[in-house]
Structure formats: structure tokens, C-alpha cells
């Protein structure tokens, strides 16, 4: 009796999978987005998260923080730096280098950013458990490590 030969599905699909995932949080995150009048996008808002929590840091480093080219970065941080979300100041220690700060209006974005991504967390897709949303997380960060 021969093998059957098993026909290869885009659902049996790892990255088809993490793509229609990231195809429900963008839609999440258009509603929220709205709903709170941020007009910023999920990656843009996750920039000023990041330049929240690593005041301070340089264009470069905080490109690398992201794991992303410096000119897609420069991209993403342009509309930030237009809205006045984010300022470059001179490092103190080095005038050469310029540091990535929020400003007052990013200070005050950041405490709207906080509420939609803990409203977004309340409701993933797939409605996980506590331990369930843990396990995601340890096992996303082993594979993107």
C-alpha cells in the first residue's frame, strides 16, 4: 500500500498563519486607532512607546533597538517629528549626536497610546487566557530570537 501523498496547504503554514494574525490586529488596531483619534499608525505608535521607554537614544540606536534600516526609520519618524510627537535634541555629552525625546504633545499622545494598545490586549483575536497569552509570548520571542 503506497504512501498518500500529502498536499501542502498555506494553512499548515507557519508564516500564513502569523500573516492572517497580523491582518486581524492591523484591522484591531484601525478601529481603536480611531475610535481614540490618534491617527498614527500601529508601527508609529510603537515608535513613540519605544522612544518613551529608551528616552534619549539616538536615531541609530533606536533603529537598531527595532532591528530596522536606519533610512526606514528615518521614514516612520518623519510624521512623528512633523505632529511635534518626538524632538531631536543635542546630547549633552556630544553635541554631534542628536537624541530621540518626546515632546509635551508625545508625553501626553504616550497616555493615549497606553490606554488603546491595554484596550487592544484585552481583546486579541483567538480570546486567550492569561497563561495562553504567556505561553504566545515566550514562544514568539523564542522564534524571533
Given at each position: ?24 490586529l ?15 499608525s ?9 522612544i ?94
Amino acid at each position: 500500500m503506497g504512501q498518500m501523498n500529502h498536499k501542502l496547504m498555506p494553512s499548515d503554514l507557519v508564516g500564513f498563519k502569523v500573516r492572517k494574525l497580523q491582518n486581524l490586529l492591523c484591522k484591531q488596531w484601525i478601529k481603536l486607532s480611531n475610535q481614540y483619534d490618534l491617527q498614527l499608525s500601529a508601527v508609529q505608535a510603537g515608535i513613540i512607546v519605544f522612544i518613551d521607554v529608551h528616552s534619549g537614544l539616538t536615531q541609530k540606536d533606536l533603529a537598531g533597538l527595532l532591528g530596522v534600516d536606519a533610512s526606514t526609520l528615518s521614514q516612520a519618524l518623519q510624521p512623528l517629528l512633523d505632529r511635534s510627537l518626538i524632538q531631536k535634541k543635542s546630547d549633552p555629552v556630544d553635541r554631534r549626536k542628536l537624541q530621540m525625546v518626546l515632546s509635551n504633545d508625545g508625553q501626553h499622545m504616550i497616555k493615549v497610546i497606553e490606554k488603546v494598545f491595554a484596550e487592544r490586549q484585552k481583546h486579541l483575536p483567538g480570546n486567550l487566557t492569561p497563561k495562553e497569552s504567556q505561553t504566545l509570548h515566550v514562544l514568539l520571542d523564542k522564534m524571533i530570537t
